[in-house]
C-alpha cells in the first residue's frame, strides 16, 4: 500500500525565500534547522530582519542549531520544548498576523502536519506555504476503526494504541487530520498479520 504516485500523497517543494513577503514566519523542528542554513545565502537582502522562527530543537539537541539561528540575525527567534508548545506559539503568532505574512515550516512529517492544521485554521491556504521535510521520516497514523492516532510509527503493520488492531500504515494521508491512514491487516483472521517491517526510520 506505500504508493509514492497517489494523489494524497504530500509533496514538499522546499525553502525558497520570498522576497516580496512583509513578515516571514518559519516554524523548525529539529533538523529543519538545517533547511533554514542551507536557504540563508539565497535569502534577499533584509529577509531575515522580518524574519520570525519558532524552533523546536526535538531530537537535535547538542547540534548548536539556535546559536546558528540565532547569527542569521533574525528578528526573533523563539525555542521550544515541544511540538505541542511550538504549536500553541504558532496558533498565537498566526491569530494576529497581517497581510503579506509568508509561513515556511520544516521538519518531520508528524511535526509539519500540527503546523499545516494550524495554517488552515487561521484560514491559510496550504498551497502558500513553503514545506521541507527533514529528519526522521517516521508518521502519525490515524486508525480508521477507533479514529485514534499512533505517534512515532516507524513501522508497518503497527499496533493502534487505542485499540489494539493491527494497522497496515498506508500512503493514503490526510492534510485536515495531518495523518497517514492505518486499515486493520488481519481482519479475516485475526493474530495472522506479518512481522513489522521497519519503512519509516
Request: with cysteine; net charge neutral; hydrophobic share 40%.
Amino acid at each position: 500500500m506505500l504508493s509514492p504516485g497517489m494523489p494524497s500523497r504530500p509533496v514538499y517543494k522546499g525553502l525558497v525565500p520570498d522576497g516580496h513577503a512583509k513578515h516571514n514566519l518559519i516554524v523548525a523542528e529539529g533538523e529543519g534547522a538545517l533547511a533554514i542554513l542551507e536557504m540563508a545565502p539565497t535569502a534577499p537582502s533584509g529577509f531575515f530582519s522580518k524574519t520570525t522562527i519558532l524552533f523546536c530543537p526535538a531530537s537535535s539537541a547538542g547540534k548548536d542549531y539556535e546559536k546558528q539561528l540565532t547569527a542569521l540575525a533574525p528578528k526573533a527567534l523563539w525555542t521550544f520544548p515541544t511540538p505541542a508548545t511550538t504549536m500553541f506559539r504558532l496558533k498565537g503568532v498566526l491569530q494576529t498576523a497581517t497581510m503579506g505574512t509568508r509561513l515556511y515550516c520544516t521538519g518531520t512529517e508528524p511535526f509539519m502536519g500540527l503546523a499545516l492544521q494550524e495554517a488552515l485554521d487561521a484560514g491559510i491556504d496550504h498551497k502558500s506555504i513553503h514545506m521541507e521535510h527533514r529528519g526522521s521520516a517516521k508518521r502519525r497514523v490515524q486508525c480508521v476503526h477507533c479514529k485514534g492516532f499512533t505517534d512515532d510509527v516507524t513501522s508497518s503493520p503497527v499496533i493502534c494504541r487505542h485499540c489494539g488492531l493491527n494497522l497496515l500504515v498506508r500512503d493514503h494521508y490526510s492534510r485536515r487530520l495531518g495523518a497517514f491512514q492505518g486499515v486493520c491487516i488481519d481482519a479475516e483472521v485475526p493474530g495472522e498479520a506479518p512481522a513489522p517491517e521497519e519503512i519509516f526510520p
